[in-house]
């Protein structure tokens, strides 16, 4: 088991290095929406490269936050129903939604690899006039972000099992 939590501990610094990655991407896009309001009404003039560009970093920031979520204990759950269990009943459920959290990740890639693979494949760009290239690198991130899920699901799962376990 302690092999185990060594490597929870390892997905979950991975993890807080995704995390401070979206952290300056969301920093670049509040920026970015500035420019794109201020060109917009002060100037009169927005380029759509720029506004596709807010689509371009908000998708990995909001997949990277899920598993964020998850390292932080931040995702959705009834707390006060929650509370009243006991400690062992807590874990064996927070156990139960890790697993299904890693399930999930994996219906993700598989269901997803087709999608990225066609984009990939014709290097797929914009349709739009003065559109951005590089749509599949977009795209992409689709498995990578869930990869990284199911990862820490698998940490959260460990921890969780060890806790079950009991102390040792």
Known sequence: MNFALKCADRVDTLTRWASRLATALLL????????????RYAIGDSPVWMQELEWHIMAPVALLGITVLMLENGHVRVDFLYDRLSPKLQSALDLFSMLCGIAIGILFIKYSA????SAWSIREGSPDPGGLPGRYVVKAMIPVAFGLFALQCAANAVRHAA???GPN
């Open 114 to 117: 087709g999608f990225v693979d």
């Open 28 to 39: 670049a896009l509040v920026a970015l929406v500035f420019f794109n309001v201020f060109g």
């Open 163 to 165: 806790a079950l376990k």
